[in-house]
């Protein structure tokens, strides 16, 4: 085991040349770009060796040289972010209902238009009905190990993964990271057996056209692969957690939960600003706790349901939402705690880069107490003098500062 002061990004390059990748295929899109930059560096090099590096001409090029990769026996890796996703969304979905155990960074960033280049999960989340298993990681180290665990679970379950990690709060931040030995990788990640590729020796169809009279059930399969994913990533964890000692990965993870009077429900680099005030709002008498969930797809229901136990109140603070719905994260956690008497309630923080500080968490955690969160899903960062300026002219709406509810936006449209 070795420690290092580097940036996110190099640590992640690093994870995954420890894992030898057969072809990395590269896009440079922000803030994914120094991973893949890193990669080529190490290929270029001779640190990373039989590993065909590709720079491709867009991330639709990447995710189908990605595919045809994976299904030629090669153990996969690309990266991208924001518009990037986008662009590969026809190959996403390809992908996973060919079961190609492909490895994908997700530098999570905000979607346009307006242009935003900031961190927020509404790329990640646009492509939750994929069927790619979706992991969210809270630290560099987090980070770091989730990527060698993704390719033993995708390649045990049969579905590729999104390893998400928040852009530039993460991947451009400088941490004191461990890293396993090439010794320690190798004796937790095998060399890759692919279970179906393209070869002559064994002519197959792969993606060949699947008709109303079977497509339901490959559907059926691509699930049960999803169910089999829970136990997967709970196994997998253990296992890389027994070798390296490190706390990494895992459907879910709780902090100071056993006594909350109120839980909070977070995915990625906040869950780090929220530990700090918690701890902080301990020392003043105000019982909360974190679960930060590091698995979003498949989604933990049992896990959670256990996690927040007998709780009555829970927030989620979600840096995204479904645009003429209300939050992603809250209505999963409300299936998690059906037949119970728990408040399930959705706190939108943090888009487009919005930093997330103690206040705002202190502020989420004092409102949602004193029974200000009226509605399932309430705007709680948001600035009413900005609202103000562009609703000012004929429109007769003036919003009023401090958190605004769903029931608000709703009135200010009658």
Request: aromatic share 8%; glycine share 10%; net charge negative.
């Amino acid at each position: 085991m070795s420690t290092e002061q580097i940036e996110g990004s190099l640590g992640v390059a690093k994870a995954v040349a420890l894992c030898h990748p057969g072809v990395v295929c590269a896009y440079p899109i922000s803030p994914q770009t120094h991973i893949v930059e890193n990669l080529g560096k190490f290929v270029k090099g001779g640190a990373l060796k039989n590993c065909d590096y590709l720079n491709v001409e867009s991330e639709f090029a990447a995710i189908s040289v990605s595919i045809g990769s994976s299904a030629g026996g090669l153990r996969t890796y690309t990266a991208t972010a924001s518009q990037g996703l986008l662009f590969m969304t026809e190959g996403i979905y390809n992908a996973s209902g060919l079961g190609l155990p492909i490895v994908m960074t997700v530098a999570s960033r905000a979607i346009g238009g307006p242009i935003n280049i900031w961190n927020d999960h509404s790329d990640s989340l646009s492509q939750r009905d994929s069927g790619w298993l979706q992991l969210f990681c809270e630290s560099n180290q987090d980070a770091l190990d989730t990527h060698i665990m993704a390719f033993k679970i995708a390649e045990t379950v049969g579905l590729p993964v999104m390893v998400c990690m928040d852009g530039f709060v993460l991947t451009h931040a400088f941490e004191r990271l461990e890293l396993p030995t090439q010794e320690q990788v190798d004796a937790f990640l095998p060399e890759y057996e692919p279970r179906e590729y393209l070869t002559p020796k064994d002519p197959v169809s792969l993606g060949s056209m699947v008709g109303p009279e079977a497509f339901t059930e490959v559907r059926f399969l691509q699930q049960r692969k999803m169910a089999k994913a829970v136990h997967v990533i709970e196994s997998v964890t253990e296992e890389y957690r027994k070798i390296t000692g490190h706390h990494s990965g895992g459907l879910l993870d709780c902090y100071k939960c056993d006594d909350a009077d109120i839980k909070l429900i977070i995915m990625g680099s906040t869950v780090g600003t929220a530990k700090d005030e918690v701890d902080r709002m301990r020392k003043a008498g105000i019982k909360v706790g974190i679960i930060s969930l590091k698995a979003f797809r498949p989604f933990p229901y049992e896990a959670l349901r256990k996690a927040i136990g007998d709780t009555k109140l829970v927030v989620c603070v979600e840096r995204a939402f479904s645009f003429g719905g209300r939050g992603i994260i809250c209505p999963e956690v409300k299936r998690a705690m059906e037949g119970t008497s728990c408040e399930v309630k959705t706190a939108i923080a943090g888009l487009g880069g919005r930093a997330i500080f103690g206040t705002t968490i202190n502020g989420i955690v004092k409102a949602a107490l004193d029974g200000k969160f009226k509605d399932e899903m309430t705007w709680f960062d948001i600035d009413s003098r900005v609202l103000n300026s562009y609703t000012k002219d004929g429109e007769g709406v003036t919003f009023p500062e401090g958190p605004l509810s769903d029931s608000q936006l709703k009135a200010s449209v009658n």
